[in-house]
């Protein structure tokens, strides 16, 4: 199983500053990743897919890259919404399966 | 708009069974496949497995094997989960959610997800 190690487990930022989001595979997923928004008592938003295409509606300021084992989510001028644990998600086939990161929660500085 | 509502809250017995609902609306539904996903309390989120709504195929997590059946009814474009043999630590927030693909094209649900449903709870509980 590919095992998806995300860092760090708590970022603190101030609104208005940038958010580095780290993703890492235990082996190659290409660029077979996705990332994900969840706020509290909702159900996660895809906000990445491809590493580094945004999803329909999701703001400019997110935005992904990386391939291979290195990912990573930035969001250049964090708004109050965004505010929020992260996800990423490798989808690559081989081997068959479809694992998460643990999650990088996003917490007002 | 596109859009997968869920059954309502589910509290069972060690042992029992729980079946969860989507229901989907504002798209083709016979187009898209329909993962699971589920998400312990205070933990991240576990692929479940994943059904095709256009012929039925699926595939599902290793771990949940011999556990997990999973089924649509295309005539109310309703996806359903059906998880056996319940423990405690099957208490956990359940998620439909779409696979963007074309599913005619596809044989198994290692994707990423465009749409979710809120949610179900399950709470497995003596």
């Known amino acids: 199983e590919i095992v998806m190690t995300q860092s760090p487990a708590t970022l603190s930022v101030s609104p208005g500053e940038r958010a580095t989001l780290s993703c890492r595979a235990s082996?190659?997923?290409?660029?077979?990743l996705a990332w994900y928004q969840q706020k509290p008592g909702q159900a996660p938003r895809l906000l990445i897919y491809g590493a580094s295409t945004r999803a329909t509606g999701i703001p400019a300021r997110f935005s992904g890259s990386g391939s291979g084992t290195e990912f990573t989510l930035t969001i250049s001028s964090l708004q109050s919404e965004d505010f929020a644990v992260y996800y990423c998600?490798?989808?690559?086939?081989?081997?068959?399966?479809?694992?998460f990161g643990g999650g990088t929660k996003v917490e007002i500085k | 708009q596109v859009q997968l509502v869920q059954s309502g809250a589910e509290v069972k017995k060690p042992g029992a069974s729980v079946k969860v609902s989507c229901k989907a609306s504002g798209y083709t539904f016979t187009s898209y496949g329909i993962s699971w996903v589920r998400q312990a309390p205070g933990q991240g989120l576990e692929w479940m497995g994943w059904i095709s709504a256009y012929n039925g195929n699926t595939n599902y997590a290793q771990k949940l094997q011999g556990r997990v059946t999973m089924t649509t009814d295309t005539s109310t474009s309703t996806a359903y989960m059906e998880l056996r043999s319940l423990r405690s630590d099957d208490t956990a927030v359940y998620y439909c959610?779409?696979?963007?693909?074309?599913?005619?094209?596809?044989?198994?649900?290692?994707?990423?997800?465009?749409?979710w449903g809120k949610g179900t709870t399950v709470t497995v509980s003596s």
């Open positions: 959610a779409r696979d963007p693909r074309d599913t005619a094209m596809v044989t198994d649900g290692y994707y990423y997800m465009d749409v």
């Open positions: 082996q190659s997923v290409s660029s077979n």
């Open positions: 998600q490798q989808y690559n086939n081989w081997p068959p399966t479809l694992t």
